[in-house]
Structures are given as structure tokens and as C-alpha cells.
């Protein structure tokens, strides 16, 4: 599958039993449809989560295509909180695109468990600037 963002060939790498694609030149990670839901683990935070998307039409970011089916991904919006996180869906259900960062945003915003094994992965796979991450 290749990068939405720069085209290149991603890489799969796994998670807690799940297949995610990674691209290593710009850090953005496609998940399949239903895959965020294993990832997050947490059934109820899961639904919790997914009810916050809101297709945003009026931002200005560049549309960018699903890996699949090649068709213009729309704008979500997650969650209420600010600053503003948007991640790109494809209109078929194909999956989700998260730019470099936004995974873990996900997540946090996601309110899980301290001791969530897969947000710890993330942190120690990708890093996290974050001081308060203890
Ligand atoms: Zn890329
Ligand atoms: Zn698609």
C-alpha cells in the first residue's frame, strides 16, 4: 500500500495483533476499517470516540487519497476539544489516515487507561514530546 501523503511504499507493522501501515518518511499510519477500535482496546471509549467524528467540510487541508480505492478521503473532526484534530476517512470505509502525531492525539484525547498498553507502545515506538506523559 502506498503513502497517501508521499507515495512511497509503506510498511506494516504490528500492534498488539494488529496490522497497521506506516510510512517512515512522513510518520503517517493508515488503519484499516475497525482496526482503531482494536487498537483502543476499550470497547465503550471506543464508541465514545468514533460518535465525536464529525465530517468537517469547510477546512482547507488537502484532500488526500484512500490506499485503496483511490477515492478524495473526507475530513473528520475528532472530538470537541480544541486545538482542532483532523484525520482523513475514506468515503467508502476503507479506513482512517493519521498524519504524523495524530494517532497518539487519538489517544489521549480518548481518555484510556494510564496503563494502556498500546498508547505506551505508541510512545515508545514514536516518541511523545509530552512532559506530563510520566
Ligand atoms: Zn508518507
Ligand atoms: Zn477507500
Not at 46 to 65: C, G, H, N, V, Y
Not at 88 to 101: A, I
Request: aromatic fraction near 6%; charged fraction near 35%; glycine fraction near 6%.
Amino acid at each position: 500500500m502506498d503513502c497517501p501523503v508521499c507515495e512511497n511504499a509503506m510498511i506494516t507493522l504490528e500492534l498488539k495483533e494488529v496490522e497497521i501501515d506506516y510510512c517512515t518518511d512522513c510518520g503517517g499510519i493508515w488503519l484499516d476499517a475497525g482496526e482503531l477500535e482494536m487498537l483502543l482496546g476499550e470497547p465503550e471509549k471506543a464508541t465514545q470516540l468514533l460518535a465525536s467524528f464529525k465530517i468537517d467540510s469547510t477546512s482547507a487541508e488537502k484532500p488526500r487519497r484512500c490506499p485503496i480505492c483511490n477515492k478524495k478521503m473526507k475530513k473528520i473532526n475528532v472530538g470537541t476539544s480544541a486545538p482542532i484534530l483532523l484525520i482523513d476517512k475514506c468515503p467508502r470505509d476503507h479506513g482512517l489516515w493519521f498524519d504524523k502525531g495524530e494517532l497518539h492525539d487519538i489517544f489521549d484525547r480518548a481518555q484510556l487507561d494510564k496503563d494502556n498498553k498500546i498508547q505506551k507502545l505508541l510512545v515508545d515506538m514514536f516518541g511523545h514530546d509530552k512532559k506530563d506523559e510520566d
